[in-house]
Structures are given as structure tokens and as C-alpha cells.
């Protein structure tokens, strides 16, 4: 009976019973099938994409769902922008590298730094440096528009949307177009059309000299 017992252990383990096969088969079957729709459909994706740019490039692509589209620069369109007002600040801390035993976490982000001893960023008011508060923390701050480059064609029509994220308050010029002041939380529009090929800046008075962008107009070619 023993014997008998061992050679069955045995038997089941080397032999996989039919189910198991007939499990194994259909799984293989299945995937070996995926794979196939995988790569068909990945075929499908090359050619409808062959077929939207053809083969001399994005020419087509404004006629269909996708979202790229072909620049002409002689055909005049609707360029639309959101540009943001940021600060980016360097913060940091005269004791940062110092063993803190009220803190939950111990592991300093960098080293203890110090403010520099003579500063050399320019005046204007577009960078700025808090000095040491009672714990330590300081910040160098640096005011500047996001994006500050924009191209578009000449006679596109340009909506500029400026959104006051970050600063109190700007007060903002587009040469040429006007000037606003925008605080936190507001949103201020400006359009026109980009009858001159060059640039027009942009700038915030109270920020200078890094709050700047530039909109480079490219010439309609002849
Ligand atoms: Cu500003």
C-alpha cells in the first residue's frame, strides 16, 4: 500500500492531468492570440498615421482627430496663451545641517548654507533675499514669467491670457498692445494681430530685470 501511495505521489507530480493540459493549451492560445491583435492593431496605428501625414509629412493632420497640426507660415491662425506670473525660491536654512531632536525627521534636504555676504543681484526688484528669520530660514527669490518665449506667425491673431499665480501684484506691459497690473488670482487678457514680423516684449514693472518674455513674430515668406 505504501508503494502504492509513493508511485501515485510520484505520478501526480510528474504528469499533469488533461485538465491541466487542456488549461495550459487554452491559455497559450489566448495570449498567442493577444500578441497577434497587438501587433495588428499596432500595424492599424502605423498606417492610419502613414495615411494622416502621408509621405511628405503632417500635411493632412487638420483634417483629422489628431492633435497635431501643420504650420503654414502664410496661413494666418488663432494663437492662444496662458502665461503665468512665478516666483522661484531657493529656500534653505542657516541650521539645516544641524541635528534637530523635536523633528520627526532628521535626514537635512542639503547642507547649511548662508546668505552671500555682499549680494550682487542686480536692483529692479525682480530678485529678492529674506535674511535669516529666528530659526534660521532664508530664501533667494527669482520673479519670472512662465512661458517668457512665445512664437507665433505673422497676421496670427494672439490672445495672451496672463494669470496672476504667484507675487501679490505686477503691473505688466506688452509693447505696443498696453499695460495692466494683475494681483494674485486674477486673470488679465490681452489680444491682437501680429501684423509686424520681430519680437514684442513683455514685462513686469515691479520685477525687473528677469520678469521678461518675448514674442517672436516670424515673417510670412515671399
Ligand atoms: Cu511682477
Known amino acids: 500500500m505504501k508503494m502504492n ?3 501515485t505521489t510520484k505520478e501526480t507530480m510528474k504528469k499533469p ?3 491541466t493540459i487542456a488549461s495550459t ?10 500578441m497577434i491583435l497587438g501587433v495588428l ?27 497635431i497640426v501643420s504650420v503654414n507660415p502664410n496661413q494666418s ?17 542657516l541650521n539645516a545641517a544641524k541635528f534637530c531632536d523635536t523633528c520627526s525627521q532628521n535626514t537635512p534636504l542639503h547642507t547649511a548654507e548662508k546668505p552671500p555676504v555682499n549680494s550682487t543681484i542686480p536692483i529692479g526688484g525682480g530678485f529678492r533675499i529674506t535674511e535669516p528669520n ?27 491670457h496672463f494669470v496672476g499665480v504667484q507675487g501679490v501684484h505686477h503691473l505688466i506691459t506688452v509693447d505696443g498692445i498696453g499695460s495692466f497690473t494683475l494681483l494674485r488670482g486674477q486673470i488679465h487678457t490681452v489680444s491682437f494681430t501680429a501684423n ?9 514693472h515691479i520685477h525687473m530685470p528677469n520678469m521678461v518674455g518675448q514674442i517672436l513674430v516670424l515673417p510670412k515668406s515671399v
Open 77 to 93: 491662425t488663432n494663437k492662444e496663451f496662458w502665461i503665468n506670473t512665478v516666483h522661484l525660491d531657493g529656500m534653505t536654512n
Open 17 to 19: 492531468s488533461r485538465t
Open 196 to 204: 509686424n514680423p520681430g519680437t514684442i516684449n513683455y514685462y513686469c
Open 25 to 34: 493549451t487554452i491559455i497559450a492560445i489566448i495570449a498567442s492570440a493577444a
Open 5 to 7: 501511495n509513493k508511485k
Open 134 to 160: 529666528k530659526v534660521g530660514a532664508w530664501d533667494f527669490r527669482s520673479f519670472t514669467f512662465a512661458p517668457d518665449q512665445i512664437v507665433v506667425n505673422q497676421g496670427d491673431k494672439v490672445t495672451l
Open 41 to 67: 492593431q499596432n500595424q492599424t496605428s502605423h498606417n492610419a498615421l502613414a495615411q494622416t501625414y502621408g509621405s511628405s509629412g503632417p500635411t493632412a493632420a487638420s483634417t483629422t482627430t489628431n492633435s
